[in-house]
């Protein structure tokens, strides 16, 4: 090799290499409102208000999206052990009523909710519900190890084998994710519940994931419970991002045992369940 080449080698592996940038976590703040194992989190259209299940209390809770501050809560009087709530664009809600054992359904006025009826059909145990705008309502029921999909309350498409099914989540294409609690893994699923692909094994070493959210590019945010943190997994499945230690605890970073995550923009909501309260981050990357 000439003494140019040489020279222009050694200067070239002097250079810095380019490298992903970290992604940086801000914590904006933390509910103090009574609340007892909060789970699933769902921003309201207008992103105004945060609808919690508020597992222990048996009610739905409406949060201040911005402040955390209560507002208004529902149901308080027929749901037991709710876990999971979704919007028909029509202003019903639906409900994952799970020691009812049923979807409950609400009329909404605002963040105020009356009880219209509800659905029982091959589901024990729901703790994932979805609205889907091909007008069916995709329940996880977490009991029977299944997913069914109604249409005015009649089954009409179910996927078995499961263990724990928690959260189902709409893909950007229409598709389903699915958190398969039990059996550590996220599931993507076509409108029918047939499986098209499985986010597992030890590059995501999910312990326990529970509730999703997805990003408009498609990044899967994953509250992976018994980890104590939340994963942020790209469309393409590399896992890019970890909030969380690892270790439970309570402060900027760490979490006890998180379940719901819901976003807009660069803000995250996430249950940190195990803590009994919501918190609020900022991310960047």
Do not use: C
């Not at 605002?110 to 009826?117: E, P, S, V, Y």
């Not at 024990?124 to 996880?140: D, I, Q, S, W």
């Not at 009991?143 to 950007?172: K, Q």
Request: charged share 25%.
């Amino acid at each position: 090799m000439s003494r140019p080449v040489l020279l222009l080698l050694l200067f070239a592996l002097a250079l810095p290499t380019a490298s992903p940038a970290a992604w940086q976590f801000t914590l904006v703040r933390a509910s103090d409102v009574a609340m007892s194992n909060p789970h699933d989190v769902k921003l309201s259209a207008d992103r105004r208000h945060l609808f919690v299940s508020d597992v222990g209390n048996d009610r739905i809770l409406v949060l201040d999206a911005a402040t955390l501050a209560a507002v208004a809560s529902f149901g308080d009087a027929t749901l037991d052990g709710v876990h999971d709530i979704d919007f028909a664009a029509d202003g019903r809600a639906f409900v994952a009523d799970t020691h009812n054992n049923r979807v409950a359904i609400f009329a909404m006025d605002g963040t105020r909710g009356t009880l219209l009826g509800e659905w029982r059909e091959r589901i024990a145990g729901p703790e994932g519900v979805l609205v889907h705008p091909n007008g069916l309502v995709y329940v996880a029921g977490a009991w029977s190890n299944n997913v069914v999909a109604y249409r005015d309350g009649r089954v009409v498409h179910e996927l078995g084998g499961l263990s724990a099914p928690h959260d189902l989540e709409l893909a950007a294409d229409g598709r389903i994710w699915l958190a398969d609690a039990g059996n550590d893994r996220i599931l993507l699923l076509d409108e029918a519940l047939t499986i098209v692909d499985e986010l597992s094994g030890p590059r995501y070493a999910f312990d326990g994931v529970r509730y999703l959210d997805v990003w408009d590019d498609g990044t899967l945010v994953a509250a992976d419970k018994y980890n104590h943190a939340v994963k942020f997994i790209d469309r393409a499945g590399r896992l890019v991002a970890t909030l969380g230690s690892g270790e439970a605890g309570r402060g900027p970073g760490l979490f006890r045992t998180p379940e719901g995550a819901d976003s807009a923009g660069d803000l995250v909501w996430l249950a940190d369940s195990g803590n009994d309260r919501v918190v609020l981050y900022r991310v960047r990357r």
